[in-house]
Structures are given as structure tokens and as C-alpha cells.
């Protein structure tokens, strides 16, 4: 062993300043390398990658496959997407940590109203989820914004946090 940290010693002493500088900037570009590439694979999951403008025009059924994509971009396992009528005022149940949750999607031009927060706590106590969450692609009026922080379990996710949440999906 002796002989082998000799050996190590002896070529380090040998080696050129020049030489480790060489190795230190091939190392030094070798990491910012796989740094970029963990960056480019830090990818959106399909159906997520939609612009607002494509957001804005999406019918009903497409704004709740982006919501789901989204939501499995952010560690959530979609359990089911419900039908489109007669759906209990859930369009999709999912999971994460063990809690259930019912999700209601509106897109909708105009501000999302208390509805929405009713449909979304009826649907929650339906498929016996832990809490809700109403996603719009629009905003929500005060009275929703209210009736949601009265209850809770409602969380609310307009325009703005539905883009943040889009920007953090991660395949």
C-alpha cells in the first residue's frame, strides 16, 4: 500500500502546472456540459407545454388533459379523469402522499365564480378526497376566493399560479 501512495506522490510531483490547468478547465467544461444537459432534460411532460394563448383556446376536454398533465408534472398521480357529464363536479381525481383530490377545471373567459367552489366541495365529499382544487384559466371572483378560504380544503389556482405550476411540471 505503502508503495502505491509512493507511486501517486511521485507522479503528482512530476505533473506540470500547465498540465493540471489543462485537466482543470477539461474538467471544469466537462461538469458545466452535464450540468446544460440536466437542464435540457428537466423537460415539460407532454400536454403541458401549451402557451396561454393555446391555453385560452382549448375546448373544455383539452383544458382538462393540460390540467392533468400539469398536475403529473408536479409529483401528482392522476387516478382517474371522470366523464364529461354527470361527472359530480370533479373532472379529475388524484393522488400524492396518500391524499385524494378532487380537481374542477373551468375554462372560462370571464372571472370563475362561487359555482365552481360548491361544485368542487360536492365533488371532493363524492369521491371521498381529502380536499379540492378549482383551475382556471381565467381568475376568480371574490366571492369563490372567499367561499374557498371558508372551506379550506379548496385550493384555487387562477391563470397566474396555473402558468407557475406549468413552469415547474417536470417530466
Known amino acids: 500500500m505503502d508503495e502505491f501512495v509512493t507511486k501517486i506522490a511521485n ?11 489543462i485537466a482543470l478547465g477539461v474538467l471544469i467544461i466537462l461538469l458545466s456540459f452535464c450540468r446544460w444537459m440536466l437542464k435540457i432534460m428537466k423537460l415539460t411532460p ?64 370571464k372571472p370563475v365564480g362561487v359555482k365552481a367552489v360548491q361544485e368542487a366541495i360536492s365533488a371532493m365529499k363524492h369521491y371521498d378526497c381529502d380536499s379540492c382544487l378549482v383551475v382556471t384559466n381565467s381568475r376568480f371572483t371574490k366571492q369563490a376566493m372567499e367561499l374557498a378560504r371558508d372551506n379550506e380544503v379548496v385550493g384555487l389556482w387562477d391563470r397566474n399560479f396555473l402558468k407557475y405550476m406549468r413552469d415547474r411540471a417536470e417530466k
Open 11 to 21: 507522479y503528482w510531483n512530476n505533473l506540470e502546472l500547465s498540465t493540471l490547468l
Open 46 to 109: 407532454k400536454g403541458a407545454d401549451r402557451t396561454l394563448e393555446e391555453i385560452d383556446n382549448m375546448t373544455g376536454a383539452q383544458f382538462e388533459e393540460f390540467v392533468a398533465a400539469v398536475i403529473r408534472g408536479n409529483g401528482y398521480e392522476v387516478i382517474e379523469m371522470t366523464k364529461t357529464t354527470g361527472d359530480f363536479g370533479a373532472d379529475i381525481i388524484a393522488s400524492k402522499n396518500g391524499e385524494n383530490i378532487a380537481v374542477q377545471c373551468k375554462r372560462y373567459a
